[in-house]
C-alpha cells in the first residue's frame, strides 16, 4: 500500500464525532497527525484519546469556524504542535441563510 497520507498534518474542523469523527480516526490509523476541531470540548477531547488509544497522533482544539479569530486558532493549534499544516478536512456544519459573497463574518 503507498502511504499519502502518513506524517501529514490534518485539522478537520467537526472532528468531534459524526463524519468527522469518523475521518479523524481514519486518517489516524493512517499514521496522520491530526488537529481534531470541534467547539464540544468533551467531544474533541474524547476523539483525541481514541485516537492516542489507538496508537495514533492527535491534538484537540475547542475553537468556533464561525470567526475568522477561531479559524486562526486552529492554525495556531496546527502549527504550535506540528509546525505546519498539510490539509483541511472542513466537516464542521454551520449555516447562514444567503449568499455567500455576500454575508459578513457578523451575520
Same mark, same amino acid.
Given at each position: 500500500? +503507498?502511504?499519502?497520507?502518513?506524517?501529514?498534518?490534518?485539522? #478537520?474542523?467537526?472532528?468531534?464525532?459524526?463524519?468527522?469523527?469518523?475521518?479523524?480516526?481514519?486518517?489516524? %490509523?493512517? *499514521? %496522520? &497527525?491530526? +488537529?481534531?476541531?470541534?467547539?464540544?470540548?468533551?467531544? %474533541?477531547?474524547?476523539?483525541?484519546?481514541?485516537? &492516542? *488509544?489507538?496508537?495514533? #497522533?492527535?491534538?484537540?482544539?475547542?475553537?468556533?469556524?464561525?470567526?475568522?479569530?477561531?479559524? %486562526?486558532?486552529?492554525? &495556531?493549534?496546527?502549527?504550535?504542535?506540528?509546525?505546519?499544516?498539510?490539509?483541511? +478536512?472542513?466537516?464542521?456544519?454551520?449555516?447562514? &441563510?444567503?449568499? #455567500?459573497? *455576500?454575508?459578513?463574518? *457578523?451575520?
Amino acid at each position: 500500500m +503507498v502511504q499519502r497520507i502518513a506524517g501529514k498534518v490534518i485539522m #478537520i474542523t467537526g472532528g468531534g464525532g459524526g463524519i468527522g469523527g469518523a475521518v479523524a480516526l481514519d486518517l489516524a %490509523a493512517e *499514521e %496522520a &497527525k491530526v +488537529v481534531v476541531n470541534d467547539y464540544s470540548k468533551d467531544d %474533541a477531547d474524547t476523539m483525541v484519546s481514541r485516537i &492516542k *488509544e489507538a496508537g495514533g #497522533i492527535a491534538v484537540a482544539n475547542y475553537d468556533t469556524v464561525a470567526t475568522m479569530a477561531g479559524g %486562526a486558532n486552529i492554525v &495556531k493549534t496546527a502549527i504550535s504542535n506540528f509546525g505546519r499544516i498539510d490539509i483541511l +478536512v472542513n466537516t464542521a456544519g454551520f449555516s447562514r &441563510k444567503g449568499n #455567500i459573497v *455576500e454575508l459578513s463574518e *457578523e451575520g
